[in-house]
């Protein structure tokens, strides 16, 4: 079975800075796009970064400049730092990503929260 299992989420003032990592275990035979998605309360998930195998890259227009995706292939790891944090980055971040295991399949982590109070 594929796990993702999310760290670094937590409480930050406006202006401070996170990181987030997201883990892939189980039986992986190769990640392909791995990715941030986040949900604040009353609002749809929404896409913040996502980062190809090959390292293409693309970001929410609201992260862009603040925010810095990267992944380690060899670790099957993804992170996000962000940066700058502002109170409406406040939101439950979730990872994705698609995966080769004993089938191609698209797992999510479990979400960690970020706070950003002002």
């Known amino acids: 079975q594929v796990q993702l299992v999310e760290s670094g989420g937590g409480l930050v003032q406006a202006g401070g800075s996170l990181r987030l990592s997201c883990a892939a275990s189980?039986?992986?035979?190769?990640?392909?796009?791995m990715g941030w998605y986040r949900q604040a309360p009353g609002k749809q998930r929404e896409l913040v970064a996502g980062i190809t195998r090959g390292g293409r890259i693309n970001y929410a227009d609201s992260v862009k400049g603040r925010f810095t995706i990267s992944r380690d292939n060899a670790k099957n790891t993804v992170y996000l730092q962000m940066n700058s944090l502002k109170p409406e980055d406040t939101a439950v971040y979730y990872c994705n990503a698609g995966i080769l295991s004993s089938q191609v399949g698209d797992y999510w982590g479990q979400g960690t929260q970020v706070t950003v109070s002002s």
């Open positions: 189980g039986t992986i035979f190769g990640t392909n796009y």
